[in-house]
């Protein structure tokens, strides 16, 4: 690879950087949204009963919990970049970070089809178990978490491999 190329790719990765840290702000209206929309409807008719207010606020973070999840693996995701984009590629610190980030969007498909509907009917008192409702977003980012785990062995495997390549020099 000649230094053009190294420095190209080294600028892609600073721009995935910044792509995933725009994402991540998205995200962030996008949960406080969700959150809004729960307090600001219990907010106007339930003449200042902070029970009900902060109970809204609990319905609206189940709601939104797979997008927060998610934005944490896109935040994994800023930090390998970054790294990337200063030459560190090949690194245990990397390995983890992939680690992370497919925990996060397993969490995050776990979350929206199991965990969110059962806590949602609890809320409601209407105690029937555990609720499924996995759906094809839920069971698409496990799919993507399950995946990108897969893709960490293989460079956990990569990394071991280059520290004993990098032994022999």
Known sequence: MTQDEVQKTRDTHRDLTILAWVVIAILSLNVAYFVGEEV???????????????????????????????AFAIGDFAFLFQRCSEGEVFTEQN????????????????WAGI???????WIALEFRGISFDLGDL???????????YGLSLVFKDAVAIKAENDGFI
């Open 95 to 110: 390995v983890k970070t992939l680690n992370k980030a497919a925990s996060s969007l397993i969490g995050a498909g776990v």
């Open 138 to 148: 839920a069971l698409a980012v496990t799919m993507m978490g399950i995946m990108l």
């Open 40 to 70: 600001g409807g219990i907010w106007y008719t339930s003449s200042g009963d902070w029970l009900a207010i902060f109970n809204a606020w609990w319905v609206g973070i189940i709601k939104a919990m797979p997008t927060i999840l998610i």
């Open 115 to 121: 965990i969110s509907p059962t806590l949602l009917e």
